[in-house]
């Protein structure tokens, strides 16, 4: 069952691509000279064994409270919740600042409180060493409008 597995996890990680072709393989290198030969063969590169993923999604509370959540993996240390400050529309680029730090839970999710401006808006993100998630935009608008860009 255990071999089955780590089979079904080796097949998962070559079709993502985190792992080389000849790396998912399931019977161990019999050969002593081939590339992997020092190492187990079901073993993951460090690469994909240090890879971060960070989610992120603002969602709207009954309250009416906006609440920027996600999961990150693996499960270690703080998020780092970041504003824009200054956004150039020409290039797609925005400066970010920090605007306050959210726990891990158990699972791995975190959960921040964020805000809207009256008029524009402002964009958002969550940060993990060099790892960030996706830009969400907050802005306050009547039906038919567009959030501009901050």
């Known amino acids: 069952m255990r071999a ?3 089979l079904v996890a080796l097949l998962a990680f070559a079709l993502v691509g985190l792992l080389p072709a000849t790396a998912a ?9 081939s590339a992997n030969a020092g190492s187990s063969p079901m073993a993951a590169p460090v690469s994909a064994r240090g890879a971060k993923k960070l989610t992120a999604k603002i ?4 309250s009416g ?3 920027l959540t ?5 499960k270690k240390g703080p998020v780092v919740i970041q504003k ?3 956004c150039n529309a020409k290039k797609g680029t925005c400066n970010f600042k920090k605007f ?13 409180r964020v805000y809207a401006p009256r008029n524009g808006a402002w964009a958002w993100r969550a940060k993990k060493k060099g790892t960030v998630s996706e830009v969400w935009v907050t802005c306050v608008k009547k039906p038919g409008d567009r959030c501009p860009l901050p």
Not at 25 to 33: E, Q
Not at 59 to 62: A, H, P
Not at 100 to 112: A, D, W
């Open 4 to 6: 089955t597995r780590l």
């Open 25 to 33: 393989t399931a019977a161990p290198v019999a050969d002593a000279t």
């Open 59 to 62: 969602v709207k509370r009954k």
């Open 65 to 67: 409270k906006l609440i």
């Open 70 to 74: 996600g999961v990150i993996r693996p």
């Open 84 to 86: 824009a400050t200054n």
């Open 100 to 112: 306050g730090k959210s726990k891990i839970n158990k699972k791995g999710r975190y959960t921040k």
